[in-house]
């Protein structure tokens, strides 16, 4: 018992210290305000998405941009409802929303890159602009998004809060809501860093010559995720584009949560499919705390039966969560995210088992998406 403990120790001293060069790069993120005119396309790829469609368009169609600065491209992707009627009436109100359709699968690429991809080809503006259907911005969207892009910078990353709804389930979506501002937050101090590690296709901008500079989603494109973070590791690691984090609260894009623990676990399961094709010191990172948490899993159970081991198990605990509560204190003064502790607590708790299930799910058992059953 004595190795585990030193070992997780270890793991949670280099979790730590992580955390605290990841909150340095929060430090580093500032707010931009470049009034370059740049024409902007709003690519949306949809699927069965009736519930929500309407709603979203009114939002990206009450941008205080003028209409001739954006055009919103709706891709609906084999809808078996009516979310290409609904759009193909807004399309009679505004000269700005085109409407494309996809009939049939294309073996070689997954059906939301298809989408994009169609989305884009089809697009007139400079910078491609992706987002959600579940997925609600505010009316300055767009303006404050378009002054991020100084002449140096050729991707553009946004923030996806959770909207959380009163109700019996209330404190689940507040767990769900800080474990997203928790990955958001994280991905937003790697920009800070120099070293981008993710985004969110909910709320995502860049230049339109430097996707066809890549390529477009290229060698990614067969898998089903991975339109945003692996596409932003090409860019990262391939242009000499510089990438940015937006922390401008007008450029926050609020987004619906999953509906139940089952949806939850299999949108982390596709998050998790596709780690091994990160770079390599990212996915020696990710790998670290998986063991960290897989670790820390055995230890509770343990716990139960050999009551000698639950100082050690609860100190390596509790440093991890001080850790992790000090980062995300200072990420919650940047983005405007306030969360009580006994949430942050019980997030906390729940946090090492979660891992572990994802990233076993991700890697073995699969994921259903959009009503389709999909393999890593």
């Not at 979310?83 to 494309?100: C, E, P, Y």
């Not at 501002?181 to 709320?203: D, E, K, Q, R, Y």
């Not at 590791?233 to 139940?260: A, G």
């Not at 001080?322 to 906390?348: D, N, P, S, V």
Request: charged letters at 20%.
């Amino acid at each position: 018992m004595l190795s585990l403990f030193s070992i997780l120790l270890l793991l949670s001293l280099a979790y730590s210290a992580a955390l605290l060069y990841l909150r340095q790069g929060l430090s580093n993120l500032k707010y931009e305000h470049n009034r370059n005119e740049l024409s902007a396309s709003v690519i949306i790829a949809a699927r069965d998405e009736a519930a929500n469609i309407k709603a979203c368009l009114n939002c990206v169609l009450r941008q205080e941009e003028p209409p001739q600065n954006y055009e919103v491209i709706v891709i609906d992707d084999r809808s078996e409802d009516e979310t290409a009627s609904i759009v193909r009436r807004l399309t009679k109100q505004h000269n700005n929303l085109r409407l494309l359709k996809i009939e049939d699968e294309t073996a070689g690429i997954s059906p939301k890159k298809r989408a994009l991809q169609m989305g884009i080809q089809n697009s007139r503006g400079e910078i491609i602009v992706t987002t959600d259907a579940d997925c609600f911005p505010g009316p300055q969207w767009l303006n404050q998004l378009m002054q991020q892009f100084a002449p140096e910078v050729g991707l553009v990353a946004g923030y996806n809060p959770y909207i959380v709804k009163k109700g019996p389930a209330q404190t689940f979506r507040k767990i769900l809501a800080l474990d997203y501002f928790a990955m958001a937050a994280v991905a937003a101090a790697g920009a800070g860093l120099n070293f981008p590690l993710s985004c969110s296709g909910g709320n995502l901008a860049y230049r339109k010559k430097l996707y066809e500079a890549l390529g477009g989603f290229a060698n990614t494109a067969s898998m089903i995720s991975g339109d945003d973070d692996l596409f932003l590791e090409r860019v990262r690691d391939e242009t000499n584009w510089q990438i940015r984090y937006s922390v401008t609260p007008e450029t926050f894009v609020p987004t619906l949560p999953p509906e139940s623990l089952f949806e939850f676990f299999h949108q982390r399961f596709r998050y998790a499919s596709k780690g091994r094709y990160y770079a390599p010191k990212v996915v020696a990172g990710l790998l670290a705390v998986y063991l960290l948490s897989a670790g820390l899993t055995v230890g509770m159970l343990l716990c139960l039966f050999l009551p000698e081991i639950r100082l050690g198990v609860f100190s390596v605990f509790l440093l991890k969560s001080a850790a992790e509560f000090y980062f995300l204190k200072k990420a919650g003064a940047i983005f405007r995210q306030k969360f009580a502790l006994h949430i942050y607590l019980l997030t906390a708790l729940l946090h090492p088992c979660y891992i572990v299930l994802a990233v076993l799910g991700g890697q073995f058992a699969g994921f259903t998406w959009k009503g389709k059953r999909h393999r890593r």
